[in-house]
T-cell receptor, first 114, second 114 residues
Framework: DVKVTQSSRYLVKRTGEKVFLECVQDMDHENMFWYRQDPGLGLRLIYFSYDVKMKEKGDIPEGYSVSREKKERFSLILESASTNQTSMYLC?????????????FGDGTRLSIL | GNSVTQMEGPVTLSEEAFLTINCTYTATGYPSLFWYVQYPGEGLQLLLKATKADDKGSNKGFEATYRKETTSFHLEKGSVQVSDSAVYFCALRDTPTGGFKTIFGAGTRLFVKA
């Protein structure tokens, strides 16, 4: 089974800090994604990557950046954390082969910015 | 553009009741359709999928049929259990115009009472 591991389940940071969220997948998937999940808004795509060192903006990239130095690892960076970035963050990966392939999710990181 | 609309929750049912969660979509290509489930404190996991018109996806007693004529993919289960309490997301992955992205609905929370 595919395993997507997010480094922290819960994280508390302060306004203005630089925050790193890490995600690792073990199935050699090309595509990786970062979402945030907020009540009533569902999942919103922040960034995605379809290959090492490649990245594309999603629907809400402002205030975030990403890094993909190795195929298995995709990091989300909050450059200067703000309280409106308090949210649940979900990482996912998928195989590029075939449009019928589902996404595989980590358990999420619940981030609180104080 | 592509979109997914699903019924608002929460949906509250008694154990052994029949469940329907409505989902409709718009897509420019030939989408694959998915239902994901999110149990409390976890990430999303694939529940079932269908990749072409008239396909029926099924898993754990849940079913959904890909209806191209009504652009729908409604989730059903004949007899729900307390353990089915979760948030359910309808999603599509379009081809060829959708690229690598999956479009998610806003989610429907289901509560099942004993």
């Amino acid at each position: 089974d595919v395993k997507v591991t997010q480094s922290s389940r819960y994280l508390v940071k302060r306004t203005g800090e630089k925050v790193f969220l890490e995600c690792v997948q073990d199935m050699d998937h090309e595509n990786m994604f970062w979402y945030r999940q907020d009540p009533g808004l569902g999942l919103r795509l922040i960034y995605f990557s379809y290959d090492v060192k490649m990245k594309e903006k999603g629907d809400i990239p402002e205030g975030y950046s990403v890094s993909r130095e190795k195929k298995e690892r995709f990091s989300l960076i909050l450059e200067s954390a703000s309280t409106n970035q308090t949210s649940m963050y979900l990482c996912a990966s998928t195989d590029w082969k075939g449009w019928n392939q589902p996404q595989h999710f980590g358990d999420g990181t619940r981030l609180s910015i104080l | 553009g592509n979109s997914v609309t699903q019924m608002e929750g929460p949906v509250t049912l008694s154990e052994e009741a029949f469940l329907t969660i409505n989902c409709t979509y718009t897509a420019t290509g030939y989408p694959s359709l998915f239902w994901y489930v999110q149990y409390p404190g976890e990430g999303l996991q694939l529940l079932l999928k269908a990749t072409k018109a008239d396909d029926k996806g099924s898993n754990k007693g849940f079913e959904a049929t890909y209806r191209k004529e009504t652009t729908s993919f409604h989730l059903e289960k004949g007899s729900v259990q307390v353990s089915d309490s979760a948030v359910y997301f309808c999603a599509l992955r379009d081809t060829p115009t959708g690229g690598f992205k999956t479009i998610f609905g806003a989610g429907t929370r289901l509560f099942v009472k004993a």
